[in-house]
């Protein structure tokens, strides 16, 4: 089943309906899988069981349930507390209803994703943060490395160097 999910982490009052998260069944359950969502999130498909605590090695995860906002996928980084992760229901879409988020995602002028060039990759290590000509290599302690690319010529090796993108073949 694929979800449509709430992004929660943001500071937006009332988040839209964006992001694209599965559930699959396996022999002993439900479990919800995801890609990422440009920060750290479940590495490890998580088993769709309100209250369970799981860990991915870098995280503690667990969900809730509730009325509004369904179920809730929670986070709790080393020595921090609890947070709101993303939010979706269990209305199935299909792939025709990802099309409206993308479009909004790409082209409203109150998207936060289309101002500024922006990449994030994980690594066994933690996960690199591009941000406009910023980046920021988080470590596996939650520690935050943050250098800015010296020009076009260095901010195209620094992409190519951490998230093997050659910008010249576009």
Request: net charge negative; hydrophobic share 35%.
């Amino acid at each position: 089943n694929e979800y449509l999910a709430r992004i929660l982490y943001t500071e937006d009052e009332s988040p839209l309906k964006q992001h694209r998260v599965l559930e699959v069944q396996a022999r002993d359950g439900n479990y919800i899988c995801d890609v990422g969502i440009g920060t750290e999130s479940p590495r490890i498909p998580l088993k769709k069981e309100e209250g369970l605590v799981q860990n991915d090695g870098f995280c503690d995860y667990k969900l809730e349930n509730e009325p509004f906002l369904g179920w809730i996928i929670w986070q709790r980084k080393k020595m921090s507390e609890w947070k709101k992760l993303y939010s979706f229901t269990d209305e199935i879409q299909l792939s025709v209803d990802f099309l409206q988020p993308t479009f909004y995602l790409e082209n409203s002028s109150r998207s936060s994703l289309n101002k500024q060039l922006s990449a994030v990759i994980r690594t066994n290590d933690g996960l690199i943060v591009l941000e406009d000509d910023v980046f920021k290599v988080h470590s596996v302690n939650h520690e935050v490395r943050m250098f800015r690319s010296e020009g076009k010529e260095d901010l195209n090796s620094k992409i190519k160097e951490y998230f093997g993108i050659d910008r010249r073949l576009s």
